[in-house]
């Protein structure tokens, strides 16, 4: 019998649309990699490729912001970098409008030469079409990288125009996957019509425990669509921290093997089998080990997540 099999039974596991490499309903639907800690990563697959990824990753706003000569600055940050794909991890998300942010992170890809070990997403936040093709080649030279594997039209800035250009860049293979991306419920109602009409492989969206908005409409739109979401803000800036505070974690969290509240944030997150990963700012090794732990292990099913949404808001 399979670790999955062993540890949600076959069922919740095709549920979750996650399965073990090698295992009876295996290899072609998904794999679980094992990792420098010893455990092993739940991964998800994209819709539209199939490609499978972990179910969360590394968001770089603010954090990475620092002066790229600025060593000891520097320093907690290669070292987040270098351990994601030693512990099992794969993703790093990252624009143009965090700052410096990608110089620090193609810095860091040359120096470790890590770039193939990591799937990159980064944005373009630009009205006109000849601003938004000068930013993107920006972020190529930037990140110090011939393929950026997923593109997002930042809060749907210049989206008639530059979708169209992203599409193109597929067909090019300077990107992999393309999609659009908002973290502000003010601009859902357009977002969903974006989501509605347009071939899409991705939507980054806010979602966290005590955000569930985009479970109204946008996420069931996505899982409709056949199109992955990535969850940003999952602990809304650190907000959900606040809210739980100094309480315990419940002892029932240790059914889904959750130790910290962050884990408990982002299981309720990639528990819903629309969402494809979370992408939590992680800034250094420490938060990187807890945040991963949230992509291993058993997964919430609908009922302890109705249990844990109630837990927060009644914090
Ligand atoms: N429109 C968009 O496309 C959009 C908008 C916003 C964000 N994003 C993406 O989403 C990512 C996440 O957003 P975010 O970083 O602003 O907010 P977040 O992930 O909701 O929260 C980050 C906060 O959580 C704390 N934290 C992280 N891991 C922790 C852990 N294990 N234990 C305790 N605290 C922990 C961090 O602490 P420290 O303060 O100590 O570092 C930081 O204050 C961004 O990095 C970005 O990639 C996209």
Avoid: C
């Avoid at 990107?175 to 502000?184: A, C, V």
């Avoid at 505070?245 to 419940?250: A, L, Q, T």
């Amino acid at each position: 019998m399979s670790y999955l099999t062993n540890r949600f039974g076959r069922r919740r596991a095709l549920q979750l649309g996650i399965a073990a490499a090698g295992s009876a309903f295996g290899a072609s639907t998904g794999l679980l990699a094992q990792t420098a800690s010893g455990g092993e990563i739940l991964t998800r697959a994209i819709p539209s490729s199939g490609e499978h990824l972990p179910l969360v990753g590394v968001g770089t706003a603010r954090r990475y912001d620092v002066n790229p000569s600025n060593a000891g600055a520097v320093a907690p940050l290669r070292e987040t970098i270098q351990n994601v794909p030693v512990l099992g991890g794969k993703l790093v998300d990252t624009a143009p409008s965090y700052g410096n942010a990608e110089t620090v992170l193609g810095n860091i890809f040359e120096e470790l030469d890590i770039r193939s070990q990591l799937f990159l997403s980064s944005k373009v936040r630009k009205e006109g079409l000849a601003d938004a093709r000068a930013e993107i080649e920006q972020s190529f030279q930037k990140l110090k990288t011939d393929t950026i594997d997923l593109l997002y039209v930042h809060n749907l800035v210049g989206v008639e125009e530059v979708l169209p250009y992203l599409r193109d860049l597929k067909a090019e293979g300077r990107i992999r996957y393309y999609g659009i991306s908002t973290s502000f419920e003010r601009q859902h109602a357009d977002f969903e019509k974006v989501l509605a009409r347009e071939e899409l492989d991705f939507i980054q969206v806010d979602y966290a425990i005590d955000n569930r908005v985009s479970d109204n409409r946008i996420i069931p739109m996505a899982a409709d669509r056949g199109i992955a979401v990535q969850a940003n803000l999952p602990f809304g800036r650190g907000r959900v921290f606040e809210a739980f505070g100094d309480s315990p974690i419940p002892d029932w969290a240790a059914e889904y093997d959750i130790t910290t509240w962050a884990q408990f944030a982002l299981k309720w997150i990639v528990a819903n089998p629309a969402v494809n990963s979370a992408m939590p700012g992680t800034a250094k090794l420490a938060y990187l080990e807890d945040n991963l732990g949230a992509s291993r292990g058993r997964l919430p099913d609908e009922a302890a997540r109705s249990r844990m949404a109630s837990l927060i808001d009644s914090a």
